[in-house]
């Protein structure tokens, strides 16, 4: 199943820049898992070790947090939208 | 869409309005939803702004601008010359002056009815309390993870809205976080990034606009809060990207085993906020190595072998191009680890040497057996031990 993986400024520097991505995959976490297995250096900044992510990093399917999911094991239909949305900091 | 919140400003504190207030406030009086009485809660009302940087200078502009009766200012740093791209409240005269002198000169001269209170000093755990105590909302300018979780947590102690704002490279993020209609920052983010692991906008650079467009919609919010009504932020995060031009709106929820305003809260007073961030803590057992730029050369001169990897992105070379370095930028050196020669000492470039430490990290982590180095100061240091002559960027 294809589905978009929406990347935000603050990672695109591990993925060639890219602000989307089509990715493989019957759940969040296999989505995931297809786009870190492109990119390691973004595996590297989003997940804490191989089965969890880390803490300030949220992912949204269509719109809702997977923690009000299934977390990684949510499924994902064809189309759908898996938006990561890490902690940003920047005021100043 | 979420539920309307009533104006926080108690009603002992809508002061009349005067001559002049009504002849300088006239076209936001013509709106029915604040008329009279929702400019006297204006009057009345005292807002905290956290930081008189980029959020912060819309912020203070469009909320004196409104009328805000009392503006509370919390800076401890001076203006330089490399805020001014986006920092539109000082201007090129302040450089060298503390913020929030400079904020309350520019307020004073847009609308002299209103109240500035300065504090020019870090907020920390030890004043937080006492200071977020005074004001009605506070809204977050800040720039750093330490200062947004105290910020977070003394309003939720206080039940004070944190009227969010966040910026980096071309992206915002905007919510209000108020634990007794919605969540607050800690639902949505448990804990923040390990030190070094994002780049800061020092490094990673920020559209001046950016931090415009976020702290006026902050502003926005704030004006609501205090004069009640409409769709506050509550419960919703925006999300903008200027490059695209596209607004995103996520639902945000209350987390029921929130640490702080959760149903069993674990934290119950302010803690130490650098020690949480992992700033004091040493996290990374190892140290990362460091080389001069005087030892480098020397290394060069002397023919020692050494690898050079320059992990800047293209358009930071275009300023200095690093001599004898091989190219991979910082967010392609896992995938690119096998062209590097673990027999060979390596030493990684960037702007700062920020990056480079990330790099020696996050490749150890990767199971890398070779000896690296970060350039310490980046090319920074090179250019003021080794090249004087460059050009300074």
């Known amino acids: ?92 | 869409m979420s539920e309307p919140i009533p104006s926080i400003v108690p009603e002992d504190r809508w002061p009349e309005l005067t001559h002049d207030d009504l002849t300088r406030y006239s076209r936001q009086l013509l709106l029915a939803e604040i008329g009279i009485e929702g400019q006297r809660k204006l009057k009345g009302a005292k807002v905290l702004i956290v930081g008189t940087g980029g959020l912060g200078a819309p912020l203070a502009l469009y909320l004196a601008a409104a009328g805000v009766g009392t503006i509370g200012l919390v800076d401890f740093d001076s203006v330089d010359v490399s805020n001014l791209h986006r920092q539109i409240i000082h201007g090129t005269r302040d450089v060298g002056r503390p913020k929030v002198a400079s904020a309350k000169d520019r307020i004073r001269a847009l609308n002299p009815l209103v109240n500035v209170v300065t504090y020019n000093e870090p907020l920390s755990s030890e004043n937080a309390l006492d200071i977020i105590r005074e004001y009605d909302v506070v809204a977050d300018g800040t720039d750093n993870y330490p200062t947004r979780y105290l910020v977070n947590d003394a309003c939720v102690l206080l039940g004070k809205p944190n009227v969010y704002g966040s910026v980096f490279q071309f992206e915002g993020q905007a919510s209000v976080f108020y634990a007794k209609h919605g969540p607050c920052y800690r639902c949505l983010y448990r804990e923040p990034p390990p030190p070094g692991l994002v780049p800061s906008c020092a490094e990673g650079g920020v559209l001046g606009i950016l931090p415009g467009v976020i702290g006026t919609i902050q502003a926005n919010e704030v004006i609501k809060l205090l004069v009640g009504g409409g769709d506050p932020l509550t419960g919703r995060l925006l999300l903008y990207d200027a490059w695209k031009m596209k607004f995103r709106e996520l639902k945000l929820e209350s987390d029921p085993d929130c640490p702080i305003c959760g149903k069993h809260p674990t934290i119950t007073k302010l803690i130490d906020y650098e020690q949480f961030c992992g700033i004091k803590s040493h996290r990374d057992e190892t140290p990362v190595e460091s080389i001069t730029a005087t030892e480098l050369k020397r290394r060069f001169d002397a023919g020692i072998p050494v690898q050079v990897i320059d992990l800047r992105e293209p358009h930071e070379r275009a300023y200095f191009k690093f001599p004898n370095a091989k190219v991979i930028p910082l967010g392609q050196v896992i995938r690119r680890k096998d062209e590097l020669d673990p027999a060979v000492d390596t030493v990684f470039v960037c702007k700062i040497g920020q990056r480079s430490i990330l790099a020696v990290r996050n490749l150890r982590e990767a199971g890398y057996p070779g000896k690296m180095m970060n350039l310490l100061d980046g090319v920074q240091g090179w250019i003021n031990e080794v090249d004087p002559n460059a050009k300074q960027i």
């Open chain 1, 1 to 92: 199943m294809s589905v978009s993986v929406l990347i935000p400024s603050a990672l695109r520097a591990f993925v060639d820049r890219k602000s989307e991505i089509e990715a493989e995959g019957a759940t969040v976490g296999e989505a995931l898992a297809h786009v870190a297995a492109q990119y390691p250096d973004l595996k590297h900044q989003i997940y804490e070790d191989d089965a969890k992510l880390r803490g300030f990093v949220n992912v949204f399917v269509d719109g809702t947090n997977i923690k009000k999911l299934n977390g990684l094991e949510t499924p994902v239909a064809a189309g759908a939208t898996v938006m990561i949305v890490p902690a940003i900091a920047g005021g100043y």
